[in-house]
């Protein structure tokens, strides 16, 4: 952070960076677009395994021991996804440099009031 003592408080600073540093650029979008592309692949690969192991799961008797364990861990996987999409749809994503100013400010308010 470029804080200088003598000429910005670092609230000041710090909002300066954040919006030096908040611009969509190129390598941001290249980074954000194979992000992407590995989570889809990586989705596609679990969802095939699934289904080919619940294929063969529910045709042999033998591998239905398998079958809870794995119900329970889609369950719990589900429940992830959807805590993500509450939290994204609720914005929790958004302005993720507001407490770091907040802090700040609120150490400002205290050295001036001497607490």
Known sequence: MSYDHDSASPVDA????????SGST??????????????????????????????EAFAAEEASF???PVVVYVCVAAGFVSLF?????????TRVEEPKLRLLEEEERYDREGI
């Not at 710090?14 to 540093?21: L, S």
């Not at 194979?34 to 989570?39: H, R």
Request: glycine share 10%; hydrophobic share 60%.
């Open 85 to 93: 999409v509450w939290a994204l749809l609720r914005g929790q994503f």
């Open 66 to 68: 398998a079958v809870v």
């Open 26 to 55: 190129p390598v941001l979008r290249w980074l954000c677009l194979g992000m992407l592309v590995a989570i889809v692949a990586g989705g596609a690969g679990f969802a095939y395994k699934l289904v080919q192991f619940s294929r």
């Open 14 to 21: 710090a909002r300066r960076d954040a919006a030096r540093t």
